[in-house]
């Protein structure tokens, strides 16, 4: 068992005082209650959390799925939590009480949590006040990453949600040309916003592919990023994908099997990229990719926290996201 899993499971551990926590008891029904502040292993910190982000994977909780058991713990399934090192364990050397931190944690619908030392990320002088769940901003690096673009690319991004508007943002600013497709106008004006060169409205299949072939000469997209995590999407993303191409799924793909066309994948000879991590190494790495990114400026995720809530309305930030309201891109919960 890794030291990220085992800080998890030890979320609950009794310290001297009690913080508030988030419980999800059953599908919709959340509610806010006293617990014992976790104290730290011999290779752990504390942060107090001053918020976490909530993510498109915490959606099947809410709704519920038969493989989900309730009540969950204390702050979970929150993992995107910022905050400040209250307490680190006895062989922790490299940080220290005060510092500011992203951490991969997993009970972060909370006041505090637990993380093992190598799964924080000190966030420096420079982003002193600024929100950084640093989680969903490292797996956006981390796709980028193996998206492989360079300048002289056409890429398409399927899906323009919070992960598809960070990645508009960062193909864009490597030069690339980005194409921005999704259901709604909105979506597509913060990828405007994010650098894209063209939007297209995700309504007729046929329609999107002969725009596509339109702007590319009839070749396709160097690289496309499916990231809405349907099988439509998945669909259109293959078939706006040219000869040799990169196809990278980034898409959280949730809620059952998909087909794919794999005589068309053959035939053009594509690179299938599943760009999830499950290593808290790699997810780690994109963390400290991220910051490093938004301190220099070559990322720029605020305007796209789009709703925030208190601790106590976390039901309200979960259905936000279920219902995605016009508006709507990200959710932080904040305490």
Not at 51 to 57: A, E, K, L, N, R
């Amino acid at each position: 068992m890794s030291a990220t899993v085992e800080a998890a499971a030890r979320a609950i551990r009794v310290s001297g005082g009690a913080s508030r926590a988030a419980w999800i008891d059953a599908p919709g029904v959340a509610r806010i209650d006293r617990v014992s502040i976790p104290e730290p292993g011999e290779r752990e910190v504390r942060v107090r959390l001053e918020g976490s982000g909530v993510c498109g994977s915490n959606v099947p909780v809410w709704e519920g799925r038969q493989w989900f058991s309730y009540p969950l713990e204390a702050g979970a399934p929150g993992h995107e939590g910022w905050g400040v090192i209250d307490a680190v364990g006895e062989s922790v050397h490299d940080f220290t009480v005060g510092d500011r931190v992203a951490a991969l944690t997993y009970h972060a619908f909370a006041e505090h949590d637990l993380a093992a030392h190598d799964s924080v990320v000190r966030l420096p002088p420079e982003l002193a006040s600024v929100e950084l769940p640093g989680e969903p901003l490292g797996c956006a690096m981390n796709i980028f990453a193996r998206s492989d673009i360079r300048a002289e690319h056409t890429v398409a991004v399927v899906g323009i949600g919070f992960l598809g508007a960070l990645l508009t943002q960062l193909a864009s600013r490597a030069g690339a040309r980005v194409i921005a497709i999704s259901r709604r106008q909105f979506a597509l004006d913060v990828a405007r916003s994010c650098g894209a060169h063209e939007t297209i409205a995700m309504d007729d299949h046929a329609r999107i592919i002969e725009r596509v072939r339109s702007l590319t000469g009839g070749e396709g997209c160097e690289r496309v990023i499916e990231a809405v995590g349907m099988q439509w999407p998945l669909d259109i993303a293959g078939e706006l994908t040219r000869i040799r191409g990169r196809l990278i799924i980034a898409g959280f793909h949730q809620d059952g099997a998909r087909q794919v066309n794999m005589q068309l994948w053959n035939w053009r000879g594509l690179d299938v990229i599943n760009a999830h991590e499950r290593d808290p190494r790699a997810y780690v790495k994109g963390m400290r990719a991220a910051v490093s990114a938004v301190a220099s400026g070559a990322l720029d995720p605020s305007p796209l926290y789009t709703h925030r809530f208190p601790l106590d309305r976390l039901g309200d930030a979960l259905e936000a996201a279920r219902t995605r309201p016009d508006g709507f891109l990200k959710a932080l919960v904040v305490t």
